[in-house]
């Protein structure tokens, strides 16, 4: 049996068909320029080359700010090309940690999703040396913390 010629209509139709199928939907693209937006802290990790080997001395007094106050900043982030994850762009590691953690012992919606900076990603170097800027400008980092490592 031979199927029947589709008429105008028919091809009409289909042509204002969307051309990717819902199982082939595409990602959202990240921004070209930096952009304010509320991510769920689930989708961001740790910066995995941060500078700061040791623990932030002061992380106690910061998570007990946070747990009383809430994070009322917004933490830059960035993504590397093909990465499924942002990652913190320009230090923020302590305060990411701390907030996933308080969610984590919480489930309080307020440490779920935060707000955020995206910074488009420029270049591993460039991320690893807003770390350590704004590490060193806090005071914080000891000296094998400054010293280089293979990256």
Known sequence: MSERTPTVEDRLKRLQEPYVRPSQALKPADPLEPTPMVVP???????DRNPREARNDAYDRIKDSIRQRGFNGALRITRRPGEPNYIAAE??????????????????PKFQ???????????????????????????????????????
């Open 41 to 47: 802290v689930n989708e961001i990790r740790e910066y």
């Open 91 to 108: 230090g923020g590691n302590t305060t990411l940690h701390i907030l996933k953690e308080l969610y984590v012992e919480t489930r309080d």
């Open 113 to 151: 999703s935060i707000s955020c900076l995206y910074e488009p990603w420029i270049s591993e170097s460039e991320t690893l040396i807003a770390h350590l800027v704004e590490n060193d400008a806090r005071g914080d980092l000891i000296f094998i913390d400054r010293a280089p490592r293979a990256v």
